[in-house]
């Protein structure tokens, strides 16, 4: 069983179409990376996957549940995490207040991910846990918001771009934080430009163009080629 | 005296006002219908007889709040991502149904109650006698702030409420029932008006017209306290309702002036208002 599949999704903003009969699968415990380069459709495929983008025709399963007109809220009490591509933590709320948002009341699922986990695996963060989420660095606002959305045990985690405009250093962190998720079995769909930081921790590569599917496969596959790069404009 | 005793049904007024503001980013025009409704509903339960007044107190809170929470499922939440001018004629479009359906249903004379039980004697100031009830009445008000911060900063709930002021889509994605959410902070913001009504009844004679002098002296409060901040609104509410007093005791044609210049001044220099907080800096 599939966590999350899109089947032949058509998705986009007003009248204007983004994505174009796309699909896709995430299997259990998967890591898989969504490719392609700027404007290529990944953060509009990842927001039509939890009901923030319009879906005009296709759908989206949810552990084989047809979810393509549930309440985005919905869809993520049922296990689907979203992190933002542009850090949206809440500027006011201190770091702490930041992870307590995210429990989620009522859901069964889970990792069991507590702020504790949290804490034990981000020393740093605790340190700083009462500092307002608009005092810190673009780093450790990245950070906050993968912790963030792993506080609601999420069984399949949307990431977008997490790498984007990072230093070194938090790109290895943010690296460390896939694998942890991995390990501990969730699924993650993960869009991504950044081929250096995703090939070792894809398992299966989709390649973006203009919102259409070029190439799919195994990342072994897939390093290989050099049509990738020339997707992404490397 | 009789300051504090206005701040502080201004402050439950402005209060509401501001929570909803900053969660739904609604301008509420109709936030004093509701105020004047809770006092209509106070008064219809008494029968404008004081000694019920403790007794229906609750009751016309709880009035407010299922109003307040029927008018966001049925109105608010149609207009939630519209542009600005259509909930602005909404909110308008309320003012002016709530004050008909209120002269139909309670009259188009003025209301008003005697002094509660507990509060009948008066108190001396430096020698002056006050209705004891401005004392009842600043300690609700002050009851109400407290534990408005409490829940705001305290419990969870109060969190996803501060929460989805910033970023409402954001909390959507970790699974918080938004729309819900709004239902409940709609509700709690008409109760407070409801409840500022209500016990602004016993000083202060209730008629239809009050709803419009209530809304803009609650939008003077939020803008020179700052929106989004309890205790700035409870500042405002404290200057508004003093300047006021005073005003009308030493100059009584220019009470009125004396506020928009504090309004003024404060907009030129500290736009946030005096208790607010400039927007966060965001990397
Ligand atoms: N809110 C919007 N309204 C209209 N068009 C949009 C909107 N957001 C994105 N688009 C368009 O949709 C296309 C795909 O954008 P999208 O953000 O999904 O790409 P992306 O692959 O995530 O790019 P990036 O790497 O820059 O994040 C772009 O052409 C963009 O201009
Ligand atoms: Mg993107």
Sequence with gaps: ?234 | MTGLASAASLFLLAVGLSLIFGALGIVNFAHGSFFALGAYFLFALTRGDAAGFWHYLPVAVAASLVVGAVVERVFMRRVLNRAEHYQILLTYALLLIIEDVSKICFGADYKSIGMPKGFEMPVFVLGIPFPSYYLGLVGLAAAAALLLWLFLHRTRYGTLVRAVAQDREMLEALGVNVPLLFTVIFALGIGLAGFGGAVSLPLQSISTGVAVDAVISAFIVVVVGGLGSIWGTLLGAILIGEIQAFGALVLPEFSIAFTYVLMAAVLLFRPWGLLGRPPAVRT
Aim: no cysteine.
């Design chain 1, 1 to 234: 069983m599939s966590m999350l599949a899109l089947e032949q999704l058509v998705a986009g903003y007003g009248p204007i179409r983004v994505v174009h009969n796309l699909s896709l699968t995430v299997g259990e415990g998967e890591v898989v990376a969504l490719l392609g380069r700027n404007g290529a459709g990944k953060t509009t495929t990842l927001k039509a996957a939890l009901g923030m983008v319009r879906v005009s025709s296709g759908r989206v399963l949810y552990r084989s549940r047809d979810v393509t007109r549930l309440a985005t809220h919905r869809r993520a009490m049922l296990g689907m995490g979203y992190v933002p591509d542009d850090r949206r933590i809440f500027p006011e709320l201190t770091v702490r207040e930041n992870l307590e948002v995210a429990i989620k009341r009522g859901s069964k699922n889970g990792r069991g991910w507590t702020s504790e986990r949290i804490y034990q695996l981000m020393p740093w963060l605790k340190e700083i846990q009462r500092r307002r989420g608009g005092f810190l660095s673009g780093g450790e606002q990245q950070m906050l918001t993968i912790a963030r959305t792993m506080m609601g045990n999420p069984e399949v985690l949307l990431l977008d771009e997490p790498t984007e405009g990072l230093a070194p250093h938090f790109v290895r962190l943010v690296s460390d934080l896939v694998k942890e998720l991995k390990s501990s079995g969730t699924a993650v769909l993960l869009a991504e430009q950044n081929l250096r930081f995703i090939t070792p921790l894809a398992d299966r590569v989709y390649v973006l163009e203009s919102g259409e599917l070029r190439l799919e496969g195994t990342m072994a596959a897939m390093a290989e080629k050099q049509e990738v790069r020339a997707l992404l404009a490397l």
